[in-house]
Nanobody, 117 residues
Framework: QDELVESGGGSVQPGGSLRLSCAAS????????MGWYRQTPGNERELVAR???????DYAGFVKGRFTISRDNSKSTVYLQMNSLKPEDTAVYYC???????????WGQGTQVTVSS
């Protein structure tokens, strides 16, 4: 059974940093594009960043230069380093695994990030 477990969320002041982690199990990590999405109340979930098994990355325009996604294939874990956080980054952040062989998606339970003074 596939499972994605996020950690590292919390509250931080504007300009601060957080590092999210997502540990995957029950999937073939090397066949999955891993991504981070976020969602605020009343809005659709939106892509923040994603990374291929070969570590090619793609970022939403609103986080370029501030966030960095990375993965450790030996640990089946994906990370999101978030720097220069802004109040508008406040959201629930979700980890996603997309198996490019069959299009199957797995989701984590989400972790809250709050940026406030």
């Amino acid at each position: 059974q596939d499972e994605l477990v996020e950690s590292g969320g919390g509250s931080v002041q504007p300009g601060g940093s957080l590092r999210l982690s997502c540990a995957a199990s029950g999937i073939t990590f090397g066949f999955n594009v891993m991504g981070w999405y976020r969602q605020t109340p009343g809005n659709e979930r939106e892509l923040v960043a994603r990374i291929t098994p070969g570590s090619s990355t793609d970022y939403a325009g609103f986080v370029k230069g501030r966030f960095t996604i990375s993965r450790d294939n030996s640990k089946s874990t994906v990370y999101l380093q978030m720097n220069s956080l802004k109040p508008e980054d406040t959201a629930v952040y979700y980890c996603n695994a997309h198996d490019f062989r069959n299009g199957y998606d797995s989701w984590g339970q989400g972790t809250q990030v709050t940026v406030s003074s």
